[in-house]
Each structure stands twice: as C-alpha cells, then as structure tokens.
C-alpha cells in the first residue's frame, strides 16, 4: 500500500513537471502573436495537455497542487520589416516623328508680266527676284537696253529648268554651202509648187540659216537669213565658203567706186533688177551666163548681200559676178532684132498690134522672162533668148503701169522690151 502511493505521487510529480511548463509556453506564445500582430500560425506542436489526476484511494480525495518550476520567459527580436519598393513599370515613348517642312509651291510655268507706266527690266527683275540676264535670254531680247512698253507681255522664269528648256527648244543658226553645181533655186515660201524663185545661190557658195525649218511632202526646207527658203538635201550644212572676191570682210553700207565689168557666173543667167532688193524690185531681164556686164562702180550692201549697179541704171547680186572678167564677144543679133530698145520701140510695146503684127523681137540682149502671170513676181517659165521672135494672142493688161502680152502658149512677157512687127 505504501509502495502504490510512492508510485503514485512520483506520476503526478512527472506530469505536473512536463505539462506545466508546455501550458506556460503556449501561452506566451499567444501573447506574442497578440501583441505584434504576427501573422503566423500558431506552432500547435506542444499541445497542452490537461492531465487526468486520478485521486489514490485512502488520500480523501484530494489533488495536491501542483508544483511548477520557474520558467524563463525569453522575448523574440522583433523583426523590422523590410519595405521593398516595387518598381514602377517604364511605358516605353512612342517615337515622335520629326515633321517635314513644306516647301514653298513654285509656279508650275513661267510668270506672265504685264508692263506698267515708268517700269524698266533691271526693276521687273529686281521684283521677281530673277537675274537680268535671264529674262533677257527668256524673252529673246537683243540686249538688257531693249526698250519696253506699257501693256507688253514679259514671261519671268520661275526656276532654271525653265529657261533651260526655252534655250534649247529656239532654232540655232547654221551655215550651208550649195553643193549642185548649176546652183540652188532660192524661193520665197517652203514648197515649189505655189512658191517664186527670188534668186540662185551659186554652187560653192554659203547660205547663213536662221535654224528654222519645215518638213513638207517628205522635203526639209531650210529658212535663210533673209526670208527665202531653200531645200535641204542640196545643202552641205554646218559648212562654210570662202568669203567672195566681191564682199571682203571690211566693206559696209554704200560706196562708189571705179567702174568695172562683171561676167554673169550661173549658168541659167542671173535677174537684172530696178532696185538693190529682192523684196520690192522688179525683174527688168535675165543676164545670160557667161555674158559680161558694165558696172557704175555704185555698190549697196543691204542685209549682207552686195549690189552692183549696172549701167544702165539697174542692179545686180555681186556674189553672182565674176568681177573684173570680161567674156566673150557675144554673137551678133538675128537680123530682126533690135540691139537696145528704143523709145519708139517702147512706145508701141502699150499699142495693141494689128492683126499682122501679132509676133514681136525680143529686145534685151540678156533675153526676157516669160512668165505664167502678167505680173513681176510671177514664176518665170523659161526665158527667151534675145532676137527670138515671140507669137502673141494679142490679148494684153496693164499692171503698175507696165503692159503685158500674152503668148500664144499661154505666157506673158512686157511689152516695153519687145519690137513688135
């Protein structure tokens, strides 16, 4: 009986030394994560446990108290929580784009002036901006000293490109030496079939050409610098003649020199006219080729052709002459043939002839157009020979003053070089 209450004592004595200080733990635990907070569970690793005390009988019952041992209560860092700062994510910029500049619009064209009171080019140029020399060269000036109008149309460049094109886009002048040996026909208009032939540029020699040309009926007609028109295919272009012996480099305007001869170079004869031009004057006679004429020493330079008067008061293209040849003696007229024309003889040349005075002698000894058209500048259909005797209609006109027969075959002549009879 003894030995069990030893036993029993020594039970209780071990369970209150074991739960005591497990129950003291838990519970300061709990405080612990009571005061900080602490978020973390709770460590259920040492339960408490209430131990059962079973009362020894013969003892009354009663539990003796149970005997804990100091405990030693240790206190746990408080752990300063470390604050992380949490990246702001970095929004990447869109790319800004760098803007392009507009360009000022540049008219498309050339500007169109018009002109005001008391304007001058220098000023014209100076308010578009633009160099003078270029307007200059836009418009085809001569010269920046040419003179203006008011109400005159000025075209002002807008950019380089633009007189560059202009530029090349104009006519450029070159030369063309004659190449057919009998000479080239040189007209008035671009065509041989309505055209009239002005003159005949000799073989060998250089026509200046403005650059402008035609392409008609599968024919390219060049423009000369006087206004005429020649074919191109009896043209060496871009060739140059040696200067003529009658128009040396150094002689302009008019003049009068010694009297000289002059032997007709073209073979088909040369035109004889009443004044020094090709535009006004009218054809008087063909000088035959070959024949020898006597000049006055008179000479006009007029649009770089030289004229020599002739004796006789008419004139003559110096390029066309041999000058100072003298040529063969020229046979002698038929008998029917008057040698000069008479004043009696031009005086009939107006009175319609009789009826058996319907032929007539030509007089000129260089011969006589014959024409399709009672009209100076009307195309020459041939020439007749001097002392040849002509058959007329003896119908006749008068035009500027000048009477004119037609022929049998349907021609006209002038009657003041004829004999009729």
């Given amino acids: 009986m003894g030995a069990s209450l030893n036993s029993l004592r020594r039970y209780r ?9 497990a129950l003291v733990i838990a519970i300061i635990v709990v405080l612990i994560i009571t005061l900080f907070g602490g978020g973390g569970e709770t460590d ?5 446990t209430t131990p059962t005390v079973t009362a020894s009988p013969g003892t009354g019952g009663g539990v003796p108290p149970a005997r804990t041992s100091p405990t030693t209560l240790q206190v746990l860092p408080t752990q300063t929580p470390v604050i992380v700062d949490t990246p702001t994510p970095t929004v990447p910029a869109e790319p800004t784009s760098t803007p392009t500049p507009t360009a000022t619009p540049t008219p498309a064209g050339p500007i169109e002036h018009t002109v005001q009171a008391d304007e001058t080019l220098s000023g014209i140029a100076d308010a578009y901006g633009v160099a003078l020399g270029d307007i200059v060269a836009f418009n085809d000036f001569a010269n920046a000293e040419v003179i203006i109008f008011v109400g005159q149309i000025i075209e002002i460049p807008t950019d380089p490109s633009q007189l560059a094109e202009r530029l090349g886009a104009r006519p450029v002048a070159v030369t063309g030496v004659v190449i057919p040996s009998d000479g ?10 309505t055209s009239t032939v002005q003159y005949v540029a000799r073989a060998g020699s250089q026509l200046n050409l403005t650059g402008v040309f035609e392409d008609i009926d599968g024919i390219r007609w060049h423009e000369v610098e006087d206004g005429n028109w020649v074919q191109s295919q009896y043209l060496e272009l871009g060739a140059t003649a040696a200067p ?4 040396p480099a150094t002689s302009t305007g008019t003049g009068t020199g010694a009297a000289l001869t002059g032997v007709v170079i073209p073979d088909d004869g040369l035109n004889v006219r009443n004044e020094p031009n090709t535009t006004t004057s009218t054809v008087q006679y063909v000088a035959g080729g070959g024949t020898q004429l006597n000049l006055t020493g008179e000479v006009q330079e007029i649009n770089g052709i030289r004229w020599h008067q002739v004796e006789d008061g008419n004139w003559v293209q110096g390029q066309y002459l041999e000058l100072g040849g003298a040529a063969a003696p020229a046979p002698a007229p038929a008998e029917t043939a008057a040698p000069t024309p008479t004043a009696a003889a031009t005086a009939a040349a107006t009175e319609p002839p009789s009826d058996e005075e319907l032929t007539a002698v030509v007089v000129p000894e260089g011969g006589l157009n014959v024409r399709t058209e009672p009209r100076a500048d009307g195309e020459v259909a041939y020439v007749a ?3 040849s005797r002509l058959q007329m209609t003896g119908e006749n006109t008068v035009v500027d003053g000048v009477t004119w027969w037609e022929l049998e075959d349907g021609n006209w002549v002038q009657g003041q070089y004829l004999r009729f009879g």
């Fill in 13 to 21: 004595l071990f369970l209150t030394l074991l739960v005591g200080p």
């Fill in 44 to 48: 259920t690793s040492a339960e408490t």
């Fill in 184 to 193: 080239l026909n040189v007209r008035d208009q671009p065509n041989t079939a």
């Fill in 244 to 247: 003529l012996p009658d128009a």
């Fill in 385 to 387: 020979p001097a002392g």
